[in-house]
C-alpha cells in the first residue's frame, strides 16, 4: 500500500463556434444625442465577460472611450438575432458583428463631424477620448458629443449600425464526405501532476500546468479569471460532480447541495499557465475566446495521470475513490 | 402564529410581522426588500444568503426571522454606504466575481474575518470562506482579493 505519482497530458485542437447549420450573429449600435453609445445584443453575459468584451470591441470600433459605450444584453425576445452563448463563440462571433454595427455608426458620426469642420470624412480621426480631428491638425477638432448631436439635431442622421457575422452552413462533398466544419481553432496543452493512494483511492496533490493559445487576450485579466474558474470545474468534473455515486446503493445519491460533492477553497489545484497569442485572421482583433476549452482538457488529463500513477483506466467520470479502487481490485484479480 | 420582530437592518431600526417558521433571508428580502443576500440552496450549504447578525457570520436561510429580535443585522449592503468597502474594491481589483451570486456571501464572510483576524494567513481565509460556494472563479482570485485587503488594511 503506497502513494503513486502519475503524469497526465493533454493537447486539444478547439472549434470556435459551429457551423453545420450556419453560425449567425447580429449586433445594433446607437447613439443618444449625448455621444453615449449602446450596443443591442441578444447574447447573453454569463458572468464570463460577454459585456465587457462586446464593449472594448465597439468602444475601439468606434474610437470613443470605453465609458461611453452600454452594452444592453437585456431581452432575446427583442434584440436582434444571435445564436447564443455556447460552443466557445461568444468573442469570435458576436465580436464580429459588434465591429460591423459600430463601423456603420461610426461612419454616420464622422460625416455629421466633416460637416461641422467643413473637411472630408477620410481626413478625420478619432483619439479614443472623445474626440474627433482633422489628420495632422489636432486644433480643428469636434467631440463625438457634438458630432452624435449634430447628426441628429441639425442632420437629420441616425448615428447607428446593424452588423451580422455568419459562418454559412458547411455542404459535405457527396464523394468525399469532407466538409469544413470549422473556421477557427483554439488551442491548448496541458501537464497534470497527482498522487493517488493505492489504499483510499484518493487523489492528491494535483497540479496543473497549462498553455492556451487562443488568439488574441481582449481582456487579459478576464482571460486569466477564466481559464483559473474554468480548470477549477474541469477538476471537479474530473474528481468529483456526480448525481449517482452508489454507495452502496442508487438510493444514496445526492438530492440536494449538502450532499452533492465540489472541491472547496481547500481543495484547490496548483494551476500554472501560460497564454500564447497568436493572432485569429477571422477574429474581432484576433480574438478567438477560452469558452469551454479552459475546463475541457483537466478531464482526459487527470484520467491519464492516474493511469500513469497506479495503471487503471478510469473511463467514466467522475475518478472518485471507489472507482479507483475497484478498477484496482480487478487489475490485481486479473 | 404571526409575531412582531424589532430589529436594525443596517443600522436603520425596523419593525415588522413575521411568521412562524419565516427564515431571516425571506424577511430581508420578501418584506424589507433587500436583495443583497441571495438565496442559493435553502440549506445551509452554500453560503450565498451570509449576514451578520450581531456582528456573528450567520446563514440568513437557516435563521428564523423572529430570534433577530432586538438584534442587529447586517448584510453586504451596510458595508458599501457610503463608500464601497475596501473589500468590494479588491474583488472587482482581482476580477474576484464572474457571475456574482456568490460575491454579497462571500463579501460578508471575509468581512467578517477581517474584522476579528485582520492579518490571516492564506489558510485562515480560505477557512473562513469554506461555507461559501463559488461555481466560477475557482476561489484563487477570491482568497487574492481577501489576502490583499488584509496586507492594505494592516499597513495603513
New interface residues.
Partial sequence: MAKHRGRGTVAVNYPIGMNLGGDPSQALVHSNPEGQFTVALSSID????MKSVTRQIAAETLGVPVGHVYVDTADSDTGAQCMGSFASRGTHRVGNAVIAAAKEARAVMLAAAARELEVNPTDLETDGLGNIHVKGAPQRSVTTKDAANAAQFKYGESVSGSGIFLIPMSDVDVETGEMNTVSCFAHCAMIVDLTVDDKTGEISDVQINSAYEIGRALNP??M???L??????GLSHAAYETTEPAYPSRDHRPF???SYV?P???D?AQ?DIAILERPAPDGPFGGKGPGEMCANPVLPAVANAVFDAVGVEIDTLPITPERILRALKEQRGA | MTTPVHFTHNGRPVSLFTEAGESLLSLLRLKLGDQTPKYGCGQGGCGACSVRIDGQLRLACLTLAETVDGAEVETVAALSAPNLDPLQEAFMDHFAAQCGYCTPGMIVAARTLLDTNPRPSRDEVIEAISGNLCRCTGYEPIIDAILAVAAQEVSA
Avoid: I, R, Y
Fill in positions: 454569463l458572468g464570463q465577460g485579466k478576464l486569466e479569471q477564466q483559473v474558474g474554468g480548470a477549477w470545474m440536494d447541495f449538502s465540489m472547496g477553497p481547500g484547490l494551476h
